[in-house]
Every structure is written in C-alpha cells, then in structure tokens.
C-alpha cells in the first residue's frame, strides 16, 4: 500500500490540526488496528522533548568550547582549560544525544521526519483518512 502526501496544497496549521485531531482517535483507540500493534510511550517523548530544550539552551556554549579546544594557535594548558569546561556541560545538552522519536507512538526508528510520526502510525491514519492531504496512490 502506497501513500503519496500533497503537502503543497495544505497549510503546516491544517496539517497539525488535522494531526490533533487525529490524537482523539488514538486516545480512544482505533477500531481494526491489533491491541499490540501501537503503544503510546509518553515517557520517551519527554524525556528527548527535555533533551531538546538542554541542547537549545547550551549550543552556542557547546560550540564556543569545542572552537576554543580545536584551535591550533591557542596554548595546550588554555585548550586543556576549556576542553574540561566542555565536560562540565550536561551530557544531554549534545545534539547527538537527540532522536526523532513519533509523537504519537515514541517509536525512535522508520519516523518520517516531515510528519514526526512513524510509518506504522502514518500508515494506520493514512487508511482511516486522518490526514489532511494525503491520498492513496493510484497510478
């Protein structure tokens, strides 16, 4: 089963209302879909939502000390100074350390970035006719 979306033709706030509207029907739960087959594991959303908010706040921070460790014309001792300056921030203020996790599903892995839910989901709300401007291909 193929999905195209026609993201051109609608706007990003009627895409997301149609993606809050879709999050009634998952809170009720979906008639047709198996028991097991969507969980909702809000614990890991959160838990990367905080780690996105740790990265915002110490990025330019985070940059600055690693700029100041990898310059050559700089002394060693001053290069030593900030490369321990750098280890004293949070390890969850890396961006490295963040996952595009499904907002519906906190599934880390076959995520569509542009729609921030994985291809299970996309899939389930696609066939139900959830979201806005996407349309069963047919050629």
């Not at 051109?8 to 809050?20: G, Y």
Request: aromatic share 10%.
């Amino acid at each position: 089963m193929a999905f195209r979306a026609i993201v051109n033709r609608v706007s990003p706030t009627r895409f997301m209302n149609s993606i809050s509207g879709a999050t009634r029907y998952f809170s009720q739960g979906l008639e047709g879909v198996r028991p097991g087959k969507l969980k909702i594991d809000e614990n890991r959303n959160v838990e990367d939502h905080r780690r996105r908010l740790l990265a915002a706040k110490f990025e330019m921070r985070r940059k600055l000390y690693k700029a100041l460790c990898r310059d050559p014309s700089l002394p060693s001792d001053m290069r030593d100074a900030y490369r321990t300056k750098l280890s004293t921030l949070p390890r969850n203020s890396s961006f490295t350390r963040i996952r595009n996790r499904c907002i519906f599903s906190g599934r880390p892995r076959g995520v569509y970035s542009k729609f921030r839910m994985s291809r299970i989901v996309f899939r389930e709300l696609a066939s139900f006719g959830e979201l806005l401007g996407v349309t069963k291909a047919s050629w």
